[in-house]
């Protein structure tokens, strides 16, 4: 039996898996499998009698990840592991204090709050306290509480350096005040209150110490601070009745510092537990060799790591493609084309995933599969139409294009809040039902307080309304977002950037849909052309009753409001796939973690957008970011594609575009690029312009050559051309204008932003490529 546990293990998980009763460390590769080495870590502990079943403590990141943990063990060993202690930190907390209660100072009954609950408990003490949730956003005090949790810290030994913080640091307490007095926890106090309860009751803690002589922790990297602390009193870290710590991560995979990881929790528990053996796992059972070459090519640029170098038995494989578009309507569509001949070639489309950086970039991609007519899913994310900020902009639009949609009027009435309550709401109703009206021709009917506060409600509608008559509809959405004050809403919330962005590509998604479907860019949003032609005289027949051809368009006059905002309902339902049904997979990198598919397409890869832009802000941002793409890369297993723009809209306005730093980070023989190689920024290499270059299309040739050569006047100077400027660095001439004395040079300088220089002055250097 032992024998077949061990027969298919390499030499590193041989290793790995019957190492003795010591700490331990395994860098385990993307691919190399992890779980495989833990599971059979944990039956070969139990068959050779090393330890029983109670006395081992497993811990994963997810519930998936545990309930797969445990089939895996059922099917290896002939008992019920129904009682081993196997689960997420907060599943494992939970089971100690339902155990514990009494010592933990809980009631037996103790309700876990969700993060829904745990903000609605928050804006119900706000309420009782009479605090200003304008100045106190409930989402930013719910934040302030958890962090501080996640530190170890509670409300007294809180550091707060300004009266902000000494009154949030005042509403934590008064939140945990509460949440006591209910019995309820959130998932931050479930490790917090474990974490208390086992150092301040030391026979219990002993008693655990001596029963779980070995644990076992997955995903080690993203462990945060408070959590790597309650696996050192588990583990009797310094204590005499210490066990054995077996951790498995992989620090080249830490991306989650934004959620509180500490990658340096890796290094610090070689050193503090004194680690003799640490065994990396680095042979790949995932993907070819190109694509681990670019891998171990790309992170080897992070200096603070481990270290580890992916290889593989599968071959070398095909080069990853590399595109460049020139906007982000053109990247989508050559998505779309590609993913369309690997379909034809036999790959199911849940076998072709779409990874980018940020959700907004998702809107354009989604327009053009729902226009192509191919189902796709949103993974670990909402589609764009269906996420709730862009539903409760669209919902005003509704009100702007038809102020009596009840439904519309109920989910923006208070968003974001203005004093409106259940109560108002309910005078509201009784006065529509009363007359027989909608909502919002009832609030002239409500009185008193409730009156005021929905009649300032109605004025803002039919301000915009009134504000916006003229308006082309990219124009009237920006207006909408910004006196519905939902963008300055969403930027009080610590994580509201990606809402922001979401919001934002609205005007872009406007944009698109007038240009596709003939709007003029100046026809009022309200008023606009028909998308039907209108119908001449009817047609009667003999009893002069009007004849109606059944093939006929109907004859409706259709605003571009009305138009757009039909069009976005309809996209954000007809092309959801259906259950059971193969669909192209769509998600942020930091989703697809843990994830594989045969083909994986990562989109977006300019300076600002993949790095982010926020990373040069951060300490160590930029390497956080190089790790985020390597988890992207190792995503693929026999196809990866790779993209990037010239220009891409976002955030309403267009962005010229430099290629990513990471594309000079990628192993030259193990990349094909599919666009003509020129000699500019965006395509810097060692070659000579159109070496090697493969043309898509006879468009493609045309574009590029328009971008190496357009030049003003014989001046010398191209767009597209690298230059050098001695204050703002290295950047590419996006446009020209003007001539002989008067030619001014509009340059993207990347971090610097986009300059505009005259020529005659600006001391320019060219920069060789």
């Known amino acids: 039996m032992q024998n077949q546990l061990l027969h298919k293990l390499n030499p590193e998980q041989l290793a790995a898996v019957t190492l003795p009763q010591q700490s331990a460390l395994i860098l385990a590769g993307a691919g190399s499998g992890k779980t495989r080495v833990l599971t059979t870590r944990i039956a070969w502990l139990i068959q050779t009698g090393q330890v029983s079943p109670a006395g081992i403590m497993a811990v994963t990141f997810t519930n998936k990840a545990a309930k797969e943990m445990l089939t895996r063990l059922s099917a290896m060993l002939p008992m019920s592991t129904r009682g081993m202690w196997i689960g997420t930190f907060h599943g494992l907390c939970n089971r100690l204090l339902r155990t514990h209660f009494r010592d933990a100072a809980l009631p037996q009954a103790f309700q876990i709050l969700d993060s829904q609950d745990q903000l609605s408990m928050i804006k119900r003490l706000l309420k009782a306290n009479n605090v200003d949730d304008e100045k106190y956003p409930a989402k930013t005090l719910m934040y302030f509480i958890n962090h501080a949790k996640d530190q170890g810290l509670r409300a007294n030994k809180v550091e707060a350096f300004d009266p902000i913080e000494r009154k949030m640091a005042e509403l934590y307490e008064l939140y945990d005040q509460q949440c006591q007095r209910e019995g309820v926890v959130d998932f931050a106090e479930l490790l917090l209150r474990a974490f208390e309860l086992l150092t301040r009751n030391q026979p219990l803690r002993e008693h655990y110490q001596q029963r779980f002589r070995h644990i076992l922790v997955d995903e080690f990297q993203d462990t945060n601070d408070l959590q790597y602390n309650l696996l050192k009193l588990l583990a009797g870290h310094g204590e005499r009745h210490g066990g054995a710590l077996f951790a498995v991560g992989d620090d080249d995979q830490s991306i989650y510092a934004f959620r509180g990881a500490n990658v340096g929790n890796m290094s610090a528990f070689e050193r503090e537990f004194k680690v003799e053996n640490l065994i990396k796992l680095e042979q790949n059972y995932r993907s070819h060799g190109h694509i681990l070459d670019s891998a171990n090519f790309l992170i080897a640029n992070n200096s603070k790591r481990l270290g580890k170098n992916l290889r593989t038995d599968a071959g070398v494989g095909e080069q990853v493609r590399i595109y460049e578009a020139s906007s982000d309507l053109e990247e989508a569509q050559w998505i779309i084309e590609e993913a369309k001949g690997l379909i034809a070639d036999g790959m199911p489309r849940n076998e072709i995933a779409i990874l980018y950086r940020s959700n907004a970039q998702s809107r354009v991609i989604e327009h053009g599969l729902f226009a192509a007519g191919l189902p796709y899913t949103v993974y670990g994310g909402q589609r764009y139409f269906q996420r709730a900020e862009v539903k409760h902009a669209i919902a005003y639009l509704q009100l702007m294009d038809n102020p009596h949609n009840d439904s519309a009027f109920l989910r923006v009435v208070n968003f974001p809040t203005r004093g409106i309550g259940m109560r108002s709401i309910e005078q509201l109703q009784m006065a529509a039902d009363q007359y027989g009206i909608s909502l919002y021709a009832a609030v002239a009917y409500v009185t008193g307080k409730a009156g005021s506060s929905l009649g300032s409600f109605v004025k803002l509608i039919e301000g915009a309304r009134?504000?916006?008559?003229?308006?082309?509809?990219?124009?009237?959405?920006?207006?909408?977002?910004?006196?519905?004050?939902?963008?300055?809403?969403?930027?009080?919330?610590?994580?509201?950037?990606?809402?922001?962005?979401?919001?934002?590509?609205?005007?872009?998604?406007?944009?698109?849909?007038?240009?596709?479907?003939?709007?003029?860019?100046?026809?009022?949003?309200?008023?606009?052309?028909?998308?039907?032609?209108?119908?001449?005289?009817?047609?009667?027949?003999?009893?002069?009753?009007?004849?109606?051809?059944?093939?006929?368009?109907?004859?409706?006059?259709?605003?571009?409001?009305?138009?757009?905002?039909?069009?976005?309902?309809?996209?954000?339902?007809?092309?959801?796939?259906?259950?059971?049904?193969?669909?192209?997979?769509?998600?942020?990198?930091?989703?697809?973690?843990?994830?594989?598919?045969?083909?994986?397409?990562?989109?977006?890869?300019?300076?600002?957008?993949?790095?982010?832009?926020?990373?040069?802000?951060?300490?160590?941002?930029?390497?956080?970011?190089?790790?985020?793409?390597?988890?992207?890369?190792?995503?693929?297993?026999?196809?990866?594609?790779?993209?990037?723009?010239?220009?891409?809209?976002?955030?309403?306005?267009?962005?010229?575009?430099?290629?990513?730093?990471?594309?000079?980070?990628?192993?030259?023989?193990?990349?094909?690029?599919?666009?003509?190689?020129?000699?500019?920024?965006?395509?810097?290499?060692?070659?000579?312009?159109?070496?090697?270059?493969?043309?898509?299309?006879?468009?493609?040739?045309?574009?590029?050559?328009?971008?190496?050569?357009?030049?003003?006047?014989?001046?010398?100077?191209?767009?597209?051309?690298?230059?050098?400027?001695?204050?703002?660095?290295?950047?590419?001439?996006?446009?020209?204008?003007?001539?002989?004395?008067?030619?001014?040079?509009?340059?993207?300088?990347?971090?610097?932003?986009?300059?505009?220089?005259?020529?005659?002055?600006?001391?320019?250097?060219?920069?060789?490529?």
């Open 466 to 769: 009134f504000e916006t008559q003229q308006m082309a509809l990219p124009e009237m959405v920006r207006v909408v977002l910004e006196r519905s004050t939902l963008l300055t809403h969403y930027e009080k919330e610590k994580e509201g950037a990606d809402r922001i962005e979401n919001l934002e590509q609205m005007v872009n998604a406007a944009t698109q849909f007038v240009q596709e479907e003939g709007f003029g860019q100046t026809a009022p949003a309200h008023l606009g052309p028909a998308t039907t032609a209108q119908a001449g005289e009817p047609l009667l027949n003999a009893d002069g009753l009007e004849v109606f051809d059944a093939d006929a368009p109907l004859p409706t006059v259709m605003s571009p409001l009305s138009a757009f905002l039909s069009h976005a309902s309809l996209e954000a339902g007809d092309a959801q796939a259906q259950a059971g049904q193969e669909a192209l997979q769509l998600m942020t990198v930091h989703s697809a973690k843990g994830l594989e598919f045969d083909a994986v397409f990562i989109t977006g890869l300019e300076e600002g957008l993949f790095p982010h832009e926020s990373s040069s802000r951060e300490l160590d941002g930029v390497d956080e970011e190089r790790r985020l793409m390597y988890v992207a890369i190792t995503r693929a297993r026999k196809r990866l594609y790779m993209s990037f723009t010239q220009q891409r809209m976002l955030h309403g306005q267009t962005r010229y575009n430099l290629k990513s730093r990471f594309f000079d980070e990628l192993p030259e023989e193990a990349l094909k690029w599919l666009s003509p190689r020129v000699q500019t920024h965006w395509f810097a290499n060692k070659k000579t312009a159109w070496d090697d270059a493969e043309f898509r299309s006879g468009t493609d040739n045309k574009i590029a050559q328009q971008i190496a050569h357009k030049q003003v006047g014989g001046s010398g100077w191209r767009i597209g051309e690298s230059v050098a400027h001695n204050k703002f660095g290295e950047g590419v001439i996006v446009n020209l204008e003007g001539s002989g004395a008067n030619l001014r040079a509009q340059i993207n300088f990347g971090k610097a932003g986009i300059k505009v220089l005259d020529l005659s002055v600006a001391k320019l250097e060219r920069v060789a490529r």
